[in-house]
């Protein structure tokens, strides 16, 4: 039993895809709770401090991208990929060694718009050719692939002095300027984020539906019989990782703007590894799990430390709290925060609203 | 042998000339352009010396791994941390008593009990969910991490080399020629050939066990079908929980060894699992003498790597990873 095998069972079980109408208009269009999200989001300066909007919500929007795209690969085609956060630190690299920033001997000093796209192909195409890889394997393997790359560019980004400046990375990376708008600022960087982030989450809602995205789900639940059919299996699944690759390629930019620093240390195996947490606490069945599963890393990671301090422990075990969280949630809802809270609704829920259930996918 | 001569001649003369070259690098006296374009005869030597040794080790950590994924379908991603673990157990007991050789038998003891521990209250809940006994091993592996961290620090520790083992020893193996005449040998730490030396009788046990042996052959048999062998009356969940001992406990003995030639700090837990992973994905999962080959492979191409071409040295390793992946999927040594 592989994963790609796990997959749709999970998502068959969920009452969400049950009764998924078969024509669906925009998603969420009816949906109160959506729009209530939405208007927060797209208020959120007027609510929140400068600390809040970047450490907190743009941080999370540009995490939970990331974990997207993982979860567009393990969710539609049940590859688990943990190469997605060394995809995003590629494309940061690129934006850092094309662009302008503090170490001139490396940077080529491009402007931003031809720093930008010149590192998304690049991340696209470093992401596909990883993919093409990883699916001559199944299950299992394509985890241990993917790990294995990620450790290989963490430790080749450590050694390399020629472009990736070693240990100790790329600084005081320029961030874009124009219109008389430091887009670095605080509110309007977090409209970008915002806006970046929606983009990426409609469009792959938009995919989950589209021919491609239906196939692409074919082929994670029964390979063998798409491929009677006539479907190239490897090239969807190759597809699959270059649209991943191009969505996490968009976070990594977000991310290298962020901190307008990029070094080994934000590529690591462990943050590899913090992304697929984000994404299974999330959920990884619907594109708004990896948001709500970064906004709960990103909440822990920054709170814990005074949490535990005030309730008595020593603030440093923030990695054992995760780890903790992360195995209870594994052990006891297989489709995270989502699934928990699905659960909970139906069992409140007396008599069952015909329209609700399939409302939610998306 | 034959059969793979008979099948792929191409193949089998390329190694049989790599296997020429390389005997003639280690035991001919090297004429002075060679010495010119790539260096030092001593390098080479050294170099291929740690890395076979370290091929020793990783196959340690890899063996335990390959074992208990192909019998049981297990992943046990915390398989790192068992390393760790029983390399700071191993510490701990040489520093207290001196003595070394009891620091293995314990380190094997407490992470065995460890691994029977996670066999029988995690896995065996989540038989055949390789992706939830993924997330659960990851999830376990960063608490473990967490729980050493706290208790062990962040400093690094080596656990010190017992007196009969200290110091080199000189090979019969010429580096150079003295403008005198008199030729120069080889001097290499003698703990790590010792230690190289045990771990290849430990493979060999281990192939003779499996393969010899009527517990070698339910295990065998376990990896193929168990659905069939449960079914002729054998009590297959014991013969798991003593293979999960038996993988874990190799992990604990290499931390030993490991903290033994390196050091033991944070970190290595991961750096561990991840060549104990490239090392049976290039040998072929399930399989021991692929893990020995993965072993050797990796150790030397990163050793080799890391004196020839410092900044590419692991770029190498994971060359080697693809390179594999592409003509042989499943490794080289898979029985598929």
């Not at chain 1, 019989?225 to 299996?233: I, P």
């Not at chain 2, 400093?155 to 080199?168: C, K, V």
């Not at chain 2, 066990?209 to 079914?231: C, P």
Request: aromatic share 12%; net charge positive; charged share 10%.
């Amino acid at each position: 039993m592989s994963v790609t095998h796990d997959a749709p069972i999970q998502v068959r079980n969920s009452a969400a895809t049950a009764q998924r109408p078969a024509v669906r208009g925009w998603p969420d269009i009816d949906n109160p709770a959506a729009w209530i999200v939405a208007v927060i989001l797209l208020i959120m300066p007027l609510i929140a401090n400068g600390f809040f909007l970047i450490e907190i919500f743009a941080t999370t929007l540009i995490l939970g991208t990331i974990a997207l795209s993982l979860m567009f690969l393990a969710g539609y085609g049940g590859m688990v990929s943990l190469m997605q956060l060394t995809i995003a630190g590629f494309c940061a690299y690129m934006v850092a060694v094309f662009g302008v920033s503090g170490n001139a001997n490396i940077s080529l000093g491009w402007p931003w718009w031809l720093a930008v796209p010149m590192a998304l192909t690049l991340a696209t195409l470093f992401g596909t050719l990883g993919g093409a890889l990883a699916v001559r394997t199944e299950g299992i393997y394509t985890i241990m692939i993917t790990l294995a790359i990620g450790a290989a560019f963490y430790y080749f980004t450590n050694q390399n002095w020629a472009i990736f400046n070693g240990h100790t990375g790329i600084n005081n990376v320029a961030t874009p300027h124009f219109w008389d708008v430091d887009w670095r600022a605080d509110i309007p960087f977090y409209y970008v984020v915002l806006a970046i982030a929606a983009l990426c989450y409609f469009a792959v809602d938009y995919i989950s539906r589209a021919p491609f995205g239906l196939a692409l789900q074919g082929v994670r639940d029964n390979p063998r019989r798409m491929a009677a059919l006539g479907f190239n299996v490897n090239a969807h699944r190759v597809a699959a990782y270059a649209v991943a690759s191009f969505i996490a390629g968009l976070a990594g930019v977000l991310q290298v703007w962020n901190y307008r620093q990029i070094s080994p240390g934000s590529v690591s195996v462990g943050a590899c590894i913090d992304i697929l947490i984000i994404a299974v606490v999330g959920g990884i069945t619907r594109p708004v799990g990896p948001y709500i599963g970064a906004l709960v890393f990103v909440l822990l990671r920054t709170f814990a430390l005074d949490f535990l301090v005030k309730i008595g422990l020593d603030g440093n075990r923030f990695r054992l709290l995760i780890g903790l969280g992360f195995l209870a949630i594994v052990f006891w809802s297989s489709d995270g925060v989502i699934g928990l809270w699905q659960r909970w609704r139906r069992s409140h829920r007396l008599q069952p609203d015909p329209a609700g259930g399939g409302r939610r996918h998306g | 042998m034959t059969r793979f001569v008979e099948r792929h001649p191409a193949w089998a003369l390329i190694v049989i000339i790599a296997v020429a070259v390389a005997l003639w690098l280690i035991f001919a006296v090297w004429p002075p352009g060679l010495e010119e374009a790539i260096g030092r005869k001593r390098v080479f030597l050294n170099a291929l010396f740690n890395g076979i040794t370290l091929g020793g080790l990783y196959f340690l950590v890899a063996s335990g791994f390959t074992l208990i994924f192909g019998l049981m379908r297990n992943v046990n991603l915390a398989h790192g941390s068992l390393y760790l673990f029983g390399g700071y157990v191993g510490y701990a007991i040489s520093a207290s008593t001196g003595s070394w050789i009891l620091s293995f038998i314990v380190a094997f003891i407490l992470t065995a009990l460890v691994g029977v521990l996670l066999q029988v209250l995690v896995f065996r809940r989540m038989e055949g969910q390789d992706l939830r006994q993924t997330m659960v091993t990851i999830g376990l592996s960063i608490v473990f991490a967490d729980l050493m961290l706290w208790a062990c620090g962040g400093d690094f520790y080596q656990i010190q080399t017992p007196n009969w083992l200290i110091g080199p020893i000189e090979l019969p193996l010429i580096t150079a020629v003295k403008s005198s005449g008199e030729p120069v040998y080889l001097r290499y730490p003698l703990v790590r050939l010792v230690i190289f030396l045990a771990s290849v009788i430990i493979g060999i046990a281990m192939w003779l066990a499996l393969n010899r042996t009527r517990i070698g052959m339910i295990i065998r048999a376990g990896v193929d079908d168990r659905d069939i062998l449960a079914a002729t009356g054998v009590r297959i969940q014991v013969v798991f929980v003593l293979v999960f001992a038996l993988g874990a406990g190799l992990a604990g003995i290499a931390g030993v060894v490991g903290g033994t030639f390196q050091s033991l700090s944070p970190g290595e837990d991961i750096r561990f699992l991840l060549a104990s992973l490239v090392v049976v994905i290039v040998g072929g999962m399930g399989s021991i003498p692929g893990a020995a080959l993965g072993a050797l492979i990796i150790g030397l191409a990163e050793q080799l790597g890391s004196v020839y071409i410092p900044t590419y040295a692991i770029v190498v390793t994971f060359l080697i990873m693809v390179l594999v992946l592409a003509l042989r999927p499943q490794g080289l040594l898979a029985r598929r």
